[in-house]
């Protein structure tokens, strides 16, 4: 991974002069962006935690010292750090810090358990994995334990802790300043087969994105955003996300979980503006309100999987605040609704893309385009989509076209206006809430256990999450002697997988039901009336 960074070439030549020549990449750092923040909005709350709120000043000292004591456990420049840090206030600090050393965070879930850590840091080939050496208020896993049996031999575990936020700063910044058109960080693809790819995004590429979305999202240094979602993941860090929040001079309040009990005194306690939910969590929300507790709060964003129209008609009357559809991914286009768009536009589509240059096909089965209104596979390129994963050239030829538009796996259909609506998905990989699964992760897993013969996973629709989980097993015993569902959890458990990767229902059944070719017919197990044939 390390050489293939050195020889890296986010964009070809003329593409990325075309972008600077337009305006869009302006040749700022996330450290740029930090310390101009610094400088505008010093004494303004950027981050609350809990009962520790940093003014701009206070994020700049901490994000000097944790870089200085990161310089001192060896992280140098271009050195992958996997960062497993749940939503507090050390979250932004480590990404700032990192890249004052010019490290590159990979952004793991803190949902993610030993196995998917292990095999995050040796995708990224990580230097180190930093996380969080105090118990976190509401969360209740034990990060350092996790981190400690999931690195791979050579990997070390860092901690970050409350103390290195009072840390006083260093008289000098200990800085290797990245170039703006370098790898700032890598993200993590949903994962279908073969597993998740690396995503490697620029400064110069992503905070052009982050800039246009504080901007399409109103945000200015009177916004306070809630960070409800995973802060690492890309809806979280960029949509305007923390970053975002940052740049025009916002308070974000980190929120130990999203249920409405712990983010709703949250939002009264601190004047919270805006949030970012995936469809269940705007669901339960939905059901828990009790109206004027949310006064302050003027945006809902919901992304990260289909919103129903029914559940998106529910938002303004209800709670009494717009609603903001987001359909983004970590490879790049984000789209939304826009705050002053007509209310059929906004519960009915997944609203228009970022940036005027954001190239949007629809094609059929032999990528041909499709007039317009026809569903069809999403491709798109432009100013702030990656040409390429960080992997090898058979991925990547699959991924993307000759011409460079990345293949989303998405089905959408777009109106004369430019509008998309997601009507369904290609790819092999289950979206469950806003969770993205990979049913061969799964099933390679369960292929493990010793009494299954064979396995197939599939999402099923479900009412609040959109799809569930589901796999279907023929056991190598007679049927009646299959093991019980949960002992197959426990066994994926074991493995160290994240929990919102066990199946939510797991079948035994004789066969599975085959297409006219003899295949595995996944389409007939997602209808549970003709799963078991
Ligand atoms: C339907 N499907 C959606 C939506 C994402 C902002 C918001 C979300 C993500 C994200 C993100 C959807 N309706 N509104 O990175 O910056 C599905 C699509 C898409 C995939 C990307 C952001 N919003 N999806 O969810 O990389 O299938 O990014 O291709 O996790 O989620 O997933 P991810």
């Not at 593409?15 to 040749?27: E, K």
């Not at 990060?143 to 070390?156: C, E, S």
């Not at 575990?157 to 409350?162: C, T």
């Not at 290195?164 to 200990?174: F, I």
Request: charged share 25%; glycine share 8%; aromatic share 6%.
């Amino acid at each position: 991974v390390e050489h293939a960074l050195r020889t890296f070439r986010a964009y070809p030549d003329d593409v990325a002069a075309a972008h600077r020549a337009r305006g869009h990449w302006i040749g700022q750092t996330f450290t740029d962006l930090l310390d101009a923040a610094v400088e505008r909005f010093g004494s303004r709350p950027a981050v609350i935690d809990g009962d520790r709120v940093l003014d701009y000043h206070g994020l700049d000292r901490a994000v000097r010292a944790l870089a200085e004591r990161l310089a001192d456990d060896g992280i140098r420049r271009g050195d992958r750090v996997v960062l497993f840090l749940p939503n507090v206030a050390e979250h932004p600090v480590a990404v700032f810090a990192l890249a004052l050393l010019g490290a590159l965070p990979v952004f793991a879930l803190p949902a993610h358990r030993e196995r998917e850590l292990a095999d995050i840091a040796t995708r990224s080939a990580a230097r180190a994995i930093l996380t969080l050496g105090r118990p976190a208020d509401a969360a209740d896993a034990d990060y350092a334990g996790i981190a400690g049996r999931g690195a791979p031999a050579g990997v070390r575990v860092l901690l970050v802790a409350s103390a290195d936020l009072d840390a006083p700063a260093p008289a000098s910044r200990r800085e290797s300043p990245a170039r703006p058109d370098a790898v700032a960080f890598l993200q993590l693809s949903g994962g279908t087969t073969g597993g998740p790819k690396l995503i490697p995004r620029t400064h110069d590429d992503y905070l052009y994105s982050v800039r246009e979305s504080a901007a399409i999202c109103g945000l200015d240094e009177h916004s306070v955003m809630l960070v409800a979602l995973p802060a690492s993941h890309n809806f979280t860090m960029s949509s305007p996300g923390i970053l975002g929040a940052i740049a025009v001079g916002a308070c974000v309040v980190m929120c130990p979980a999203p249920s409405p009990d712990i983010a709703f005194p949250l939002i009264e306690r601190h004047g919270v503006t805006t949030v970012a939910l995936v469809p269940p969590l705007l669901i339960a929300w939905l059901d828990a309100t009790h109206g004027e507790r949310l006064r302050s709060l003027r945006t809902i964003q919901v992304g990260g999987a289909k919103l129903s129209e029914a559940v998106a008609r529910r938002v303004r009357p209800e709670l009494g605040c717009t609603l903001q559809q987001v359909f983004g991914m970590a490879e790049g286009l984000v789209n939304y609704t826009r705050l002053d768009d007509d209310e059929e536009t906004i519960v009915t589509t997944q609203g228009r893309p970022i940036s005027a240059d954001d190239e949007v096909r629809v094609v059929d089965d032999h990528d041909q385009p499709v007039p317009t209104g026809t569903p069809g596979h999403l491709l798109t390129r432009g100013p702030y989509t990656i040409r390429a994963y960080l992997a090898d050239d058979a991925v990547n030829r699959s991924a993307f076209t000759a011409d460079g538009f990345y293949r989303t796996g998405d089905l959408v259909s777009v109106d004369d206006r430019g509008y998309i609506r997601v009507v369904g998905r290609a790819k092999d990989q289950i979206n469950r809430g806003g969770e993205k699964v990979a049913p061969e992760e799964l099933e390679n897993l369960l292929l493990g256990h010793p009494v299954v013969h064979d396995v197939s996973v599939v999402g099923v629709p479900d009412d609040t999450l959109g799809e569930r989980i589901a796999a279907y097993v023929i056991p190598r015993r007679d049927l009646e002697q299959a093991p019980r569902a949960i002992e197959l959890r426990r066994f994926l458990a074991d493995r160290g997988v994240a929990r919102f990767k066990l199946p939510d229902t797991i079948e035994f059944v004789a066969a599975f039901p085959t297409t006219g070719v003899g295949k595995v017919s996944k389409v007939r197990q997602r209808t549970p009336e003709s799963a078991a044939r």
